[in-house]
């Protein structure tokens, strides 16, 4: 298994994950999670100055390689809401105002 030291040697020559992950014979992910200690799949929260300490890059999922997709709406999803309003009264009143409110628009 490669060390941090190793990693962080490789990156300081300006290698990129995906290059180092070549030379060590392991995925670009692990070579993130090796060097910062944090998974590449975004599921650790930091602030910007943790980031910085850390050395974590900014967007890392692409090193996972897998497909990054951040679907902004879902028709399943929208079934789903326009059933639950039909069902709730409130739900229903609040689905007025707001159509009343985008009609005014």
Same mark, same amino acid.
């Given at each position: 298994m490669p060390t941090r030291d190793q990693v962080a040697a490789l990156l300081a020559q300006g290698l990129a994950p =995906? !290059?180092?992950?070549?030379?060590?014979?392991i995925p670009a992910g692990q070579v993130h999670l090796i060097g910062t200690g944090v998974p590449a799949d975004g599921s650790d929260a930091f602030t910007s100055r943790e980031r910085d300490e850390r050395g974590v890059l900014g967007a890392v999922q692409h090193l996972l390689g897998v497909p990054v997709r951040n679907p902004t709406s879902r028709e399943a999803v929208h079934d789903w809401i326009r059933r639950r309003v039909a069902q709730d009264p409130?739900? +229903?009143?609040?689905?007025? +105002?707001?159509? =009343?409110?985008? !009609?005014? =628009?």
């Amino acid at each position: 298994m490669p060390t941090r030291d190793q990693v962080a040697a490789l990156l300081a020559q300006g290698l990129a994950p =995906e !290059e180092i992950g070549r030379r060590l014979g392991i995925p670009a992910g692990q070579v993130h999670l090796i060097g910062t200690g944090v998974p590449a799949d975004g599921s650790d929260a930091f602030t910007s100055r943790e980031r910085d300490e850390r050395g974590v890059l900014g967007a890392v999922q692409h090193l996972l390689g897998v497909p990054v997709r951040n679907p902004t709406s879902r028709e399943a999803v929208h079934d789903w809401i326009r059933r639950r309003v039909a069902q709730d009264p409130a739900m +229903r009143a609040a689905q007025h +105002r707001n159509d =009343e409110q985008q !009609e005014g =628009e």
